[in-house]
C-alpha cells in the first residue's frame, strides 16, 4: 500500500521522467545538428558529445530504477514491453531511412547510437509513469 522511497527525493522516486526527457532532448539536438549540415561533411564533435551525454544520463537513469525495491515492476515490464515494440519499429524505418538516403559512416553511426537513447528513454518513461501510481502489497 505504500509508495517506494528513495532517500533524498522528496516523492521517494528518483527524477527518471526529468532526466529521459533531457537525455532525450540531447540526443534529438545532436539529431538536428547532424540533419542540419547533410549531406555536406559535418563535424562530429558537437554530436557525439550530446549523445554521449544523453547515453550517460540514461545509463544514470536505469541505474537509479535497478536500485529501487518496492516497485510495480511487473506494470513497468508490461508497459515498456509493448511501448519498445512500438519504438523499436520506430527506430528500425528511421534507421533504414538514414541507410537509405546515402548516410554512411560516423554520421551513421551517430545517428543509430542517437536512435538507440531515443529509442529506449520513451519505454522507460511511460513504463515508470504508469508503475510508480501502482498500489503496492504490504
Do not use: E
Request: glycine content about 8%; hydrophobic content about 60%.
Amino acid at each position: 500500500m505504500s509508495k517506494p522511497t528513495v532517500p533524498g527525493s522528496p516523492s521517494g522516486l528518483p527524477p527518471v521522467t526529468a532526466l529521459c526527457m533531457s537525455s532525450m532532448a540531447c540526443v534529438i539536438a545532436a539529431g538536428i545538428d547532424l540533419a542540419a549540415h547533410l549531406p555536406r561533411p559535418v563535424s562530429l564533435v558537437f554530436p557525439t558529445a550530446l549523445t554521449i551525454a544523453g547515453g550517460a544520463i540514461l545509463l544514470g537513469v536505469l541505474t537509479a530504477l535497478s536500485r529501487l525495491r518496492r516497485f510495480a515492476w511487473d506494470r513497468f515490464f508490461v508497459v515498456a514491453r509493448y511501448a519498445m515494440l512500438a519504438y523499436g519499429v520506430i527506430a528500425g524505418l528511421l534507421a533504414f531511412v538514414f541507410i537509405k538516403d546515402g548516410t554512411r559512416g560516423g554520421p551513421l553511426a551517430l545517428l543509430l547510437a542517437a536512435l538507440i537513447v531515443f529509442a529506449v528513454n520513451v519505454p522507460v518513461i511511460l513504463g515508470f509513469t504508469v508503475a510508480r501510481f501502482q498500489r503496492l502489497a504490504d
